[in-house]
């Protein structure tokens, strides 16, 4: 049978514990007299249960082979038999099977996959294909029905061809519909695409179509607006174009494009030609107007951070002015209390008159800054920027969702003065109307308007002031969603992403029962509250009993947490293990898990196109290689002799795309979960998330320059699982938090490996995360620094604890998490149907918003989710130190990474960020390549350790990690080998199995 890459389709898993094992394997009193009433001896009742038993935990008949050697034995010791004198092959040729078959069939009322089943799935599929892509998503729709219908499971490849078929059928009618709404003469636009060339070079200009530009300077605005504008001169990005074609299918359809070049095009059906060139045109399109947006936010961030130093450079350079005004006052008070009657007045006189211009011009200075207040210094930052904001303002059509918004009118009146020289205007619309002015926020009226009270009568504004404000209230609404771009991706509505109204009430039950939430408001509210209050009350009443935590001058302080005592016996089997294993390339590593794992069946090109690869696994590991060691193709090719730079960049682009890698990243995975040495270190119920700084040139939007890191990159982002294994990897600037991502990891991971708790540190948290993160069933249980400045939620306003009432600052606003309650669950059911990802929602709550009150209501949700964690991470030093351990363990891995990823500095040599993208992906699946191979290394040597006699405890394995380098070969010359004798890999083998603890 022909495994998936996915957990698609359904598999006795090999690594079982005792729990798992009697829980889902053992055999209830029905079944056994069911047995006894079909069997004759006792091998044949045990046959019978393993093959029954096996059945309902996937679906289909498993032959005896591929029985997990842990489920056998479990079934055969129920009967004191023991497994070794079963003869397990013996029962596959006998017809003792096929009657055991039919009985079991008849018994679970279930079917043999027929004809009847066939149009089922394919009917089914039909719809599927309406919308996805993956043929894994076939293949678990189809899974999901015959259960429901009672259908045995056909094998894997039944299901995959079928679906592969109907995907043909269903893309065909989508590219039929494209190319007769784009019309001859935009077809023969396409055609000059694809054939005419640059002026100035030898490419096509397909290939300026799929460039990307990201250069944040002046000139790269230009060059983006002149290049948006050559693309939509095409007129191939028209939303009706593509009407008849789901959003999901067009981001498929534009991946594909982006490989292509333009010969790989002319070998399409004319059909999907044009139709993925259209698709390509608009998404570049949107990118550019994504790109356009981000410099807008990224310019005024950069303007106000600089004014911020600034002021703090003046405050310095004038702390003796302020030490004059200080002393000069209290010699006045001192002159004051010392003299009396007409002395007083002439000696005040006397100390005031002859320095007045100066100390009044000192106390106006000192009152403009008091406040630490930097606006007076944004005008020397925004006058540079001032010629880039208004061109990319232009060149995007913005949309607010606020109702009468009045940004247009405000929009229009700075665009009208913008080369006004006057200092003052009068804020009047275009219309003559008075301009409103309730947008601007509290720190700046009195420097836009010059008026000390809001409800005093504005009849000028200041200019520059007034300009500055504008593009400050436009950044941060283009953050929080109060504005968006038309045609955008990024700055879109994200309540266009949401299930429509008929949607969320067909999915709601299913989703409440699964999550275990309540439909009403009140009863969701009711249990948290009391769920608050008990916590609370536990802890206050364990704070006299609780070591690790005290009350220092109003304070709450948690001890530290000592270090976990190594076993005694641990140092020396360390050293027996690195005498043990023997050193190995990586490259012959990764040749090894591509011959266990078969992960270049992952690669591939788009369907449609043909292909002249020879050997694909040879290619597969030297590219994977290159670019997963950071190599790159022209310095790996110098250290492999059978290949070139030119196949090397060739394969990456034409066969290698972000999700193939996560594909293959995916086949990895789950051969790890299949190794039993896994479980030595953790459950894979969580994973912990961790950013690090990666160079990439600073000609780039997603660059930043990072003061604590001091160079321009962005940040790579690992989910890592409590047993090593990275299961998510994401590359974002370095301005956006890392919380806004840290849920994306667990919802788009298909491994078999499927945390369900997250821990991060302090950047991987906010109010919003947790209370997203609660509703979606996921528990986040972050290490964070300054736990004790958060706010701590009480459940009702006259609550008070003996001891740690001090903790508590604010009440919950219940009323307002009521109120949102039902729109909290169309966002969250939105996400779980895969409509939206929690980053669309997270990066509108960034910021504050004007009018999103659901934002408010899931920010109060987290906190209050959040105080319950915090009590019970002050009140728990088990919590404390499962946190800290899970959190070094992705410390390990970015250490680990960059042992793995040695090539080129650590810099990633490409502006293109898709490529970027790419890279980091390639440095998780060669990371995991190596775990699973240090894994069965470990194993091996573990166990021949344990033959010699030699004393091994599950506590010393448990504290060992597949991070293993010291055997490794980085440098030199590689040669793939074709007819290398890679040992295969028993994932039956359990290196704990007989350990004495």
């Not at 099977?97 to 043999?112: F, K, P, Q």
Request: charged letters at 30%.
């Amino acid at each position: 049978m022909q495994s998936s890459s996915t957990n698609a389709y359904p598999y006795l898993p090999v690594s079982l514990n005792d729990d798992e094992l009697s829980a889902a394997f053992t055999p209830t009193e029905v079944e056994i007299d069911l047995a006894e009433d079909h069997t004759h001896g006792l091998e044949s009742k045990i046959f019978f249960l393993t093959l029954f038993k096996s059945f309902q935990r996937v679906g289909y008949f498993v032959r005896m082979a591929d029985v997990p050697r842990a489920v056998a034995e479990h079934i055969s010791l129920i009967f004191g038999v023991n497994y070794e004198s079963v003869p397990w092959e013996a029962y596959e040729s006998r017809g003792t099977r096929r009657r055991h078959v039919a009985v079991i069939r008849e018994h679970l009322g279930v079917r043999s996959f027929d004809e009847e089943a066939r149009k089922a799935v394919e009917t089914l599929f039909r719809e599927v294909a309406e919308h996805r892509e993956e043929i894994d998503d076939f293949v678990n729709a189809g899974v999901e029905e015959l259960i429901r219908l009672r259908y045995e499971l056909p094998a894997y490849r039944t299901l995959s061809e079928s679906a592969g078929k109907i995907r043909a059928e269903v893309n065909r009618r989508y590219f039929s519909s494209v190319r007769v709404a784009l019309g001859p003469e935009r077809i023969a636009r396409i055609g000059t695409l694809l054939v005419e060339e640059e002026t100035e070079g030898r490419f096509t200009l397909w290939n300026r179509v799929r460039t990307d530009l990201g250069v944040p300077t002046v000139e790269g605005v230009r060059a983006l607006v002149a290049r948006k504008e050559w693309l939509e001169s095409l007129d191939l990005h028209r939303p009706e174009f593509f009407a008849e074609v789901p959003r999901s299918k067009l981001d498929c359809f534009a991946t594909d494009a982006e490989s292509l070049s333009a010969d790989r095009m002319w070998e399409l059906v004319e059909d999907k030609r044009v139709t993925l060139a259209a698709v390509m045109v608009s998404r570049q399109i949107a990118r550019i107007l994504d790109d356009l947006g981000t410099m807008i936010i990224r310019r005024v961030r950069k303007m106000h951070t600089r004014a911020r130093e600034t002021l703090r450079e003046y405050l310095w350079e004038q702390q003796s002015e302020t030490d004059r005004l200080i002393a000069f006052t209290r010699t006045v008070l001192e002159t004051w209390k010392s003299t009396g009657g007409k002395k007083r007045v002439a000696a005040l006189e006397a100390l005031i008159a002859p320095d007045l211009d100066r100390n009044l011009a000192a106390c106006v200075t000192h009152e403009a800054h008091a406040e630490r207040n930097h606006l007076p210094f944004l005008w020397k930052f925004h006058k540079g920027h001032r010629k880039v904001l208004f061109e990319a303002v232009q060149a995007i059509r913005l949309v607010s969702t606020i109702p009468k918004d009045p940004f247009h009118h405000v929009l229009e009146f700075v665009l009208r003065h913008r080369t006004n020289k006057k200092a003052s205007v009068a804020p009047v619309g275009g219309e003559g109307k008075p301009l409103p002015l309730d947008w601007i926020p509290e720190r700046w009226w009195k420097f836009v308007t010059g008026e000390a009270r809001r409800s005093d009568v504005v009849t000028t504004v200041d200019r520059r002031a007034f300009e500055m404000a504008f593009f400050t209230d436009l950044s941060t609404s283009l953050q929080n969603g109060d504005l968006v771009i038309a045609g955008s991706n990024e700055f879109s509505d994200y309540r266009n992403q949401l299930v429509s109204t008929a949607e969320f009430t067909h999915l709601l039950p299913d989703f409440m029962e699964r999550m275990g939430l309540d439909r009403s408001a009140q009863n969701f509210i009711d249990r948290l509250r009391k769920q608050l209050g008990e916590t609370a009350e536990r802890v206050d009443l364990e704070f006299p009993d609780n070591e690790h935590l005290r009350i220092e001058n109003g304070l709450p302080v948690l001890s530290r947490l000592d270090p976990r005592p190594l076993p005694a016996e641990f140092r020396g089997f360390q050293r027996l293990l690195r005498e043990t294993i023997p050193p190995h390339d990586i490259l012959d590593i990764l040749s090894d898990v591509q011959s266990w794992t078969n992960f270049a069946a992952c690669f591939g090109v788009p369907s449609g196109t043909r292909t002249r690869l020879e050997q694909p696994a040879r290619h597969s590991v030297f590219s994977v290689f290159a670019y997963g060691c950071n190599l790159g193709p022209s310095q790996a090719a110098r250290s492999l002799p059978e290949t070139t730079r030119r196949e090397l960049s060739y394969f990456n682009q034409r066969h290698v795309t972000l999700k193939r890698l996560e594909a293959a990243s995916r086949r990895v995975l789950d051969a790890y979960a299949k190794l039993p040495l896994h479980r030595a270190w953790g459950t894979g119920k969580s994973a912990s998330a961790d950013g690090t700084k990666r160079e990439i040139h600073d000609g780039n939007l997603l660059a930043e320059y990072h003061i604590r890191y001091g160079f321009y990159g962005g940040i790579e982002y690992f989910h890592v699982s409590d047993t090593y294994a990275a299961i998510f990897s994401h590359f974002i600037p370095c301005s956006l938090r890392e919380a806004v991502f840290i849920l994306d990891g667990l919802l788009r991971n298909e491994s078999q490996i499927r945390p369900e708790i997250i821990h991060s540190d302090s950047h991987g948290q906010t109010a919003a995360v947790f209370g997203i993160a609660h509703l979606l069933g996921i528990r986040l249980m972050p290490r964070i620094k300054n736990w004790k400045d958060l706010d701590f939620c009480r459940s009702h306003a006259a609550e008070w604890y003996n001891h740690i009432g001090g903790l508590f600052t604010v009440t919950a606003d219940w009323k307002l998490i009521a109120e949102q309650y039902d729109d909290m669950l169309r966002v969250i059911v939105s996400i779980h149907a895969g409509r939206m990802l929690p980053s669309t929602i997270l990066r509108r709550f960034g910021s504050a918003s004007r009018a999103n009150r659901l934002a408010l209501a899931f920010r109060e949700l987290g906190r209050v989710i959040r105080t319950i964690f915090l009590l019970e991470y002050i009140d728990d030093l088990e919590l404390r130190r499962t946190i800290h351990d899970a959190m070094n363990k992705s410390e390990r891995f970015n250490q680990f990474k960059q042992f793995i990823a040695f090539g080129g500095r650590g810099l990633i040599a490409t502006n293109d960020r898709g490529e970027q993208s790419k890279r980091v992906e390639y440095t998780r699946l060669v990371a995991n390549c190596v775990v699973l191979h240090n894994a069965w290394t470990l194993t091996k040597a573990i166990r021949r350790i344990g033959r010699k006699g030699i004393r091994v405890t599950p506590e010393s394995v448990g504290r060992l990690s597949p991070f293993l380098t010291e055997h490794i070969n980085r440098f030199g010359t590689y040669s793939f080998k074709p007819r290398r004798n890679t040992e295969p890999i028993d994932f039956k083998l359990d290196a704990l199995r007989g350990l004495k603890k």
